[in-house]
Structures are given as C-alpha cells and as structure tokens.
C-alpha cells in the first residue's frame, strides 16, 4: 500500500499574501467546535436558576449559576492555559470539552434525584469546561501572521455567535421532547450538552498540526512573511520558561486590564439589565429579545472588528471598544424608553467583541507560544476576579443610590481601559515600541513542524 504523501507547510498555501489551506482548514474546524459546544453554553444562565429554585426554593440563590461561571473562570484558567503549553492547545480544549461532559450528566442525574449538592458539583465542572475552551481563542492566534491575528481569533468568535443563536433552539426542542415524553424539562436540555460535546471533540482533533506547533514554526508555513519577535526570537522557549517577566511588559499590562474590566462591565450590565427593563414594566418575551440583541452585539461584529484591529492597530480598537462599552453602559439604566435601553446593552456588546479580540491579539502578538496559554490563563483569572465582583458591587450600588448611579459606575469602568490604552506604543499594528523584558536565552531551534 503506498504511503500518504506529506504536503510542505510552505505549500499548503492558497496564493501570495493569502491565508494557507491548512490554516483555513485548521480555523474552520476549530469555529466550527466553538460554534457547536457552545450552543449549549446558554443553558447556565436560562436553566441552571430554575433548578436552584425548584431544588432550595430560595431567590436568593437564583444568581448562583451566573456567579460561578467567574469562579470557575478563576480556578480553571492557569491550569488549562499550563496544559495548552505543555500538551498542545487541542489538549486544553478536549480536556475542557471532557469535564463539561462530565458536568452536565451530573446535573442531569442531580435534577432526576432532588440533590441539590450534586447539582452544584455538576455546575462546577460545566462552568469549568467553559473556562478550558476559552484556550479556544489562543489556539487561532497561534496560526495567523502578526498582521492577522486580531482576524483569526474573530473568526473563533463568530463561532461563539452562531452556537449563542443555536441555544434556544436546543431549549425549545428539548423542552418540547420533554412534553411528548413526560421526561423532565429542567433535566433533558443537559443531554445534548454531552451529545454537542462530542461533536466538537472530533472537531478539534481533526485540527492538525496543534496550533502551538503551527506558531512555533509559522515562518513555515507563510513563507516570505516577517513573523513577529515572539516567534522570531522567542518561539522555542521552553515550557519552564516563567511567565512572570511578561506581566511587567506594557502591552501585557494593556491586555490585563482592558480583558478584566471588559469581562466585568460587560457580566455587571448582563445581570442587571432585566432588572432594568422590568422595572420599566416589559415582560419576559421583551427582556429575552434586549439580552439575545446583547449577545448579538458580542459576537456578531467579531470578524470586522477583527480586521480594524489588523489594520488600525489593536491600541485604536482598543480605546473603540471602551468608548463603546462606555457609552452604553450609561445609556442601559438611563433610558426608559425599550429601544434606548436595547441600544445601550448592544453597544455594551460590542465594546467587549473589540477589548477581547484587541486584547487577546495583543498577548499572541508578544508571548512566546510556549508559554502563551499560561499568559492568556492568568489575563482569564483576573478577568474572573471582575466578571464576580462587578456584577455584586453593581447591584449594591443600584439598591442604594438608583439606576443612575449604575449608569455612571458602568462609564467609570471603562475610562481605565481607555486611558491604559491611549498610552500603549504601538507603532504599526502589533509592533511596539516597549521595552521587551529581559529572559533567558531562547532554547535550541528545532526543524519546523511538517502537518500529517
């Protein structure tokens, strides 16, 4: 039997100044994970309150669902990111894709028995997969050229976009099949969560070569290209290598905070704005329209927000996206009117869609592969550290001072992530002009990877 003849990186291209058929192969397996998993992402927030309710009867504990996905954030994103560098991105992914199958079979046994501490254990680990597939991001910027990247993490995004339009549906069919089958409507929609999860495990591993080695090598594979100085200098550098150095590097300080205040703002108005409008006396159908227009806006716009943060660079994006999550967090608690409102928590959207995928092509832009997923891990656990505390400090504020109050702490949280971005050097998009900080000498070259 004849042996499979293997295809040069340099050849799996589609033309000069083109994106190579393998990365488009690569992108479109990955998006198309995102897009599947995460259509069943939206069962935290729409489900997982409900439970609590018919478990303990308590309101109180409705917000716990939300609030742990924060937490779990925090607790799972260094350890996945460690995994991404040691093991490769697709490890991280099918490690998270696995312990939010375990997850959700455990809420789902946990519903049919009444047992609420088994429930919590089970939303433990669906919130904690959640955090894993967040290495999603980093996995396609591995793959793209510096001038690229802000594009191929967009179009990972724009997965998150189609699976946030799949999730009704998976609500309403499941609930529907649940009706014809006297089987238990809060229990059923958890088993497509595993059924999903498999889909996307073959999608991810059908990615090949692992994104961390594409960037290890990227020169390879976009021959001619001037690749940037994390992987020109720096690629090699061993898994040991500490990542300490690079959290006194502006442009990792940059993606620090604008990630975190984005996450937070963005989580803070989230909660709040039902509340809003249902003060305002809209019922259910309308709040459910203003919440599936915000997430619209965090998605939806991924791909040409991509491009600018390519093309201007990611420092004007990033101060775009400030002014636009500003902008509409003041306008969300201000307004009675539906459509101001509505406008308001889109804006909010899309102010996040720009600081994330700004922010995100800024750390693939200066960390070394080796050690980017740990980067990108402890810039998610501060995010998580915002993304609880906002949203707890935004319904404090509003009980005791109004809605106006909530307005003005949502605009004041975007004025840091404007001003740290006004001071970013960044002479051509991704390129800076700050001091990079000093490590240990890179390890010994290895030949470039060559796909199977």
Request: aromatic fraction near 8%; hydrophobic fraction near 50%.
């Amino acid at each position: 039997m004849a042996q499979a003849k293997q295809v040069s990186p340099a050849k799996e291209k589609s033309g000069k100044g083109q994106i190579p058929r393998l990365i488009k192969r690569n992108t479109a397996y990955l998006a198309s994970a995102q897009a599947v998993v995460g259509s069943t992402f939206q069962l935290v927030p729409s489900v997982a309150g409900l439970i609590i309710l018919r478990l303990t009867g308590n309101l109180a504990l409705v917000g716990l669902g939300q609030g742990m996905l924060g937490l779990s954030r925090m607790a799972i994103s260094y350890p996945a990111g460690k995994v991404a560098d040691v093991l490769g991105r697709r490890a991280a992914l099918l490690m998270g894709i696995l312990i939010l199958s375990a997850g959700a079979m455990m809420i789902y046994f946990s519903v049919l028995n009444s047992n609420f501490l088994f429930f919590i254990l089970g939303l433990i680990l669906v919130t904690m997969g959640q955090g894993a597939i967040h290495q999603m991001r980093i996995a396609a910027a591995d793959m793209y050229p510096p001038k690229r990247k802000a594009e191929g993490i967009s179009y990972i995004m724009s997965g998150s976009a189609i699976g946030a339009l799949g999730g009704p549906i998976i609500v309403a069919y499941a609930t529907t099949y649940s009706k014809s089958t006297n089987l238990d409507p809060y229990a059923t929609p958890w088993l497509f969560m595993p059924a999903m999860a498999i889909v996307s495990a073959v999608l991810v591993f059908l990615a090949r070569p692992d994104p961390r080695d594409i960037a290890r090598n990227l020169g390879a594979y976009y021959p001619g290209i001037t690749v940037g100085p994390s992987e020109e200098n720096r690629g090699n550098l061993g898994v040991k290598e500490s990542v300490r150095p690079y959290f006194t590097y502006y442009p990792i300080v940059v993606a620090l905070v604008v990630t975190s205040l984005a996450w937070g703002n963005m989580n803070m108005m989230m909660s709040m704005v039902s509340v809003v409008l249902n003060h305002h006396g809209f019922d259910l159908p309308a709040i459910s329209v203003s919440v599936a227009t915000h997430i619209l806006g965090m998605y939806a716009l991924s791909i040409p927000l991509g491009r600018l943060a390519d093309r201007w660079g990611r420092k004007r994006v990033l101060i775009l996206g400030s002014v636009l999550s500003g902008v509409g967090a003041f306008m969300t608690p201000l307004f009675e009117t539906y459509e101001l409102i509505t406008i308001g928590i889109f804006l909010v959207g899309v102010g996040w869609s720009a600081a994330i995928v700004a922010s995100t092509a800024v750390v693939g832009d200066v960390a070394p592969p080796l050690i980017r997923g740990r980067v990108l891990g402890i810039v998610e656990l501060t995010s998580g550290i915002l993304s609880v505390s906002l949203p707890v400090a935004g319904g404090y504020i509003t009980s005791l001072y109004g809605f106006y109050a909530l307005g003005v702490m949502g605009l004041a949280a975007s004025i840091p992530t404007a001003l740290v971005a006004a001071l970013l050097k960044e002479r051509t998009p991704a390129v800076y002009d700050h001091k990079m900080p000093a490590l240990a000498a890179p390890a010994i070259q290895r030949p470039p990877t060559r796909p199977v």
